[in-house]
């Protein structure tokens, strides 16, 4: 039964992040990147502080910030704050096709700096995925012209290739954090939003934007940057056999593709899935458990 309920928090976690590309060109095309950051944080930390309040948790927000508070307002300003700002200007300037598969290289990217900072031992096949993986990415940003090196936006590849380190970033300063995940969570975003608000209120008009663009932020609130970490959780949580969770984030990038050429149409280059199956096999090489000895 249990298994049964994972699958279908992972299952429902994955098609929510499957959405997100399509959800983030949408409202870049009403906002600009720093209103979509401080827009969706706002919905975001609402969100989580009632899943705090439903779970009985709220009250574990001012003893968990009082033990660490410079350490929690650098992951806030980590994540959401820069992180966010760096996606959403890369999904600015790039097509949603290549931002999305070029972010998704992350975890290849955590493993190289888990490996310097954690002090953890990089094997065989890590090096495979990491080479497997970053060919990928060149193929998806220089549509296949490997040789050229010629690329639409550099500095969006350079962004979005930026947010796979901040990422990796993050989780790694989070390893040794034993506070609960989703009271770490909401007190980044709590701690981000007087920056992200401010920043916007000085960078930024608020007038004249329309219903559908403050619909589209809250989505991107609610399932980028809220709800859609918590169902993750309770299925990792409730999972007897963690990989066959993990796994369903695979067909994510490839959902979204499908979602991105139907909903607004965006034309999706040959070498992007070629780009993308690369680094989705370097993802599953990656994953693979050595012999035991």
């Keep these: 039964m249990n ?7 992972g299952l429902a976690a994955v098609l929510l992040w499957s959405t997100v590309a399509t959800a983030f060109k949408i409202t870049l095309s009403y906002m600009t990147p720093i209103q979509m950051l401080a827009a969706a944080s706002v919905v975001s930390a609402i969100s989580l502080a009632a899943v705090a ?11 968990t910030f009082a033990k660490r508070p410079l350490y929690y307002l650098l992951l806030g300003l ?24 070029l972010n998704y ?13 954690l002090g953890q031992k990089i094997r065989k096949q890590d090096w495979i995925a990491a ?8 193929v998806i940003a220089t549509k296949g012209d490997i040789f050229g090196l010629q690329f639409d936006s550099p500095l969006g590849v350079g962004l979005a290739l930026l947010s796979t380190v901040l990422w990796a970033g993050y989780w790694i300063l989070n390893a040794k954090n034993q506070a609960d995940p989703v009271i770490g969570l909401l007190l980044g975003f709590l701690l981000s939003l007087p920056f992200s608000i401010g920043l916007s ?3 930024s008009d608020w007038s004249g934007i329309p219903w559908q663009g403050w619909a589209a932020v809250t989505y991107v609130g609610l399932f980028e940057m809220g709800i859609t970490f918590v169902l993750w959780l309770n299925a990792m949580k409730l999972a007897t056999n963690t990989a ?9 990038p490839f959902i979204s593709l499908i979602l991105l050429s139907q909903i607004i149409g965006e034309q999706i280059h040959p070498t992007t899935l070629i780009g993308l199956v690369m680094i989705v096999v370097g993802l599953l090489i990656q994953q693979r458990k050595g012999k035991a000895k």
């Design 3 to 9: 298994d049964r309920l994972a699958i279908g928090y």
């Design 53 to 63: 309040g439903f779970q009985g948790k709220l009250h574990l927000l001012t003893s």
């Design 78 to 101: 980590i994540n959401p704050l820069i992180y966010y700002l760096v996606l959403f200007k890369a999904y600015d300037l790039l097509p949603a096709s290549l931002a999305q598969p």
């Design 105 to 117: 290289s992350w975890a290849i990217t955590l493993t190289l700096m888990a490996a310097v900072f």
């Design 131 to 138: 080479a497997l993986g970053y060919a990928g990415v060149v």
């Design 201 to 203: 209120l000085y960078t």
């Design 244 to 252: 066959k969770i993990s796994n369903l984030i695979f067909i994510s």
